[in-house]
């Protein structure tokens, strides 16, 4: 069994066959369900239930599979729910014996009292019911079928020709149909080797996020939280979402310590997390929790990108989050100097050197940037924005402002937009 296409020399039709297919399996595996292609006479079908039974049975042959697979005929596509209640899509490739295994995959969250019922039914010991737990965790929660069943009919529809291939669907919910039955087979003991394994999967992801969030990498977070969401989370409390909130705030609280890591200044931190929290408390289901971790990580890419001084000294840290902080004050140099107790020479060449401008013009650059979504997002009069933005000299502050932009505040102002804004390079806002 092997989870990607044989590598051979390819006519046009069948590298068209191999792009699709491939499309379909990281469109699939994106949604954390699994894709296997398995050649003719494969012995290992071990992977296609995680090992599930070979797990939780003895001397577990899994003869019954193969023999199901071998019987599916060319041109058709088989959905089939197992007696687990997971759910498989097979269908064997045109002109080949090569079979695409899809799943397994659940369509309703396995929730407490199915999977009792479950067990109940199976007559699974209660030291197995742990392994069984461990498995649906593991498992991918579509709760979308019809979005997935229409993947594989436009993956037919290409691959076979519409109308010329068949559909079916099989409920197996008698062990004896598809798998003999086993129930006096069950292994005398077992380990929660498939609850690790979901726990480290869980790790494994938050782990990846934090690293993309740290580097901006907002496309790739983003695809990281789609695979989280698909996950299910383990119930600690009687109350669902009550769990899923709980989890949301250590969410929050990893990347707010991934920031500040990151040389974001905590005052931008602490104010990026509480806009969290109060989203936390505000969200009625599991699905908007799955949301509010999008925006918690979409927020802190950009809240890092704009704001990361991992680069700098703790001079000049220091420096650049007290100016955006409070552009009204007195920045000067002496100022400055005076503030952090060094010499003005030697911090007006630290700064210079590790900016690449000096400390005035960075002032003036930060005083125009503030002025400038004033002037776009407010009805404020120019003397009131200038003094915000700690000029309040009205001719001075226009004279640097069209230095800066190359046109008068009014200009600017009655050329831009809320929505869009021609002067100025896109910048992610935490909001």
């Known amino acids: 069994m092997q989870d990607t296409l044989p590598k051979k020399d390819l006519s046009e039709k069948d590298l068209i066959q191999k792009t699709l297919l491939s499309f379909v399996q990281n469109l699939l595996e994106n949604n954390r369900i699994p894709v296997h292609f398995i050649p003719p006479f494969c012995e290992d079908l071990t992977q296609i239930d995680y090992g599930l039974r070979g797990t939780i049975l003895q001397n577990y042959k899994s003869e019954s599979i193969r023999l199901f697979l071998n019987a599916l005929k060319p041109n058709t596509i088989c959905h089939l729910k197992d007696t687990f209640q997971c759910s498989y899509s097979i269908l064997r490739l045109p002109g080949s014996d090569m079979l695409m295994v899809s799943g397994p995959v659940l369509f309703e969250e396995m929730r407490s009292s199915r999977l009792n019922d479950i067990a109940t039914k199976l007559q699974l010991p209660q030291e197995l019911y742990t392994i ?8 991918a929660s579509f709760n979308t079928p019809a979005v997935y069943f229409s993947i594989f009919l436009t993956l037919g529809n290409y691959l076979f020709g519409e109308d010329q291939y068949e559909t079916i669907y099989q409920d197996l919910n008698d062990m ?3 798998y003999e039955s086993y129930s006096s087979q069950y292994q005398s003991g077992g380990n929660s080797m498939m609850n ?3 726990i480290e999967m869980r790790y494994a992801l938050e782990a990846q996020m934090l690293d993309a969030v740290y580097l901006g990498n907002e496309a790739k977070a983003m695809a990281l939280v789609s695979k989280l969401s698909s996950l299910t989370m383990p119930h600690r409390m009687p109350d669902e979402l009550r769990d899923y909130k709980d989890y949301t705030i250590a969410f929050n609280t990893l990347f707010r310590k991934k920031a500040e890591e990151a040389g974001v200044h905590p005052i931008h931190v602490d ?7 109060q989203l936390i408390e505000q969200v009625t289901s599991k699905e908007q929790c799955h949301t509010v971790w999008s925006r918690i990580v979409l927020n802190y890419c950009r809240l890092i990108r704009k704001h990361t001084l991992k680069d700098y000294s703790m001079l000049t840290q220091k420096i650049i989050t007290y100016i955006n902080s409070d552009l009204t ?5 002496k100022a400055m100097s005076d503030w952090l107790n060094v010499n003005a020479s030697y911090l007006s060449t630290l700064f210079k050197k590790e900016v690449g401008i000096p400390l005035t013009d960075f002032v003036n650059r930060q005083r125009v940037e503030q002025a400038k979504k004033l002037l776009i997002v407010t009805e404020l009069p120019m003397k009131l924005i200038a003094q915000q933005c700690g000029i309040p000299d009205i001719y001075y502050f226009s004279r640097l402002f069209k230095k800066r932009t190359g046109v008068t505040p009014k200009l600017y102002r009655e050329n831009a937009t809320r929505e869009h804004d021609p002067y100025q390079c896109n910048d992610a806002n935490v909001n």
């Open 196 to 198: 690790i394994e979901m």
């Open 329 to 333: 004050a007195d920045l000067s140099l």
């Open 271 to 277: 104010l990026c997390s509480n806009q969290h929290i």
């Open 176 to 178: 004896d149909k598809w």
């Open 132 to 139: 069984l737990q461990g498995y649906y965790l593991r498992l």
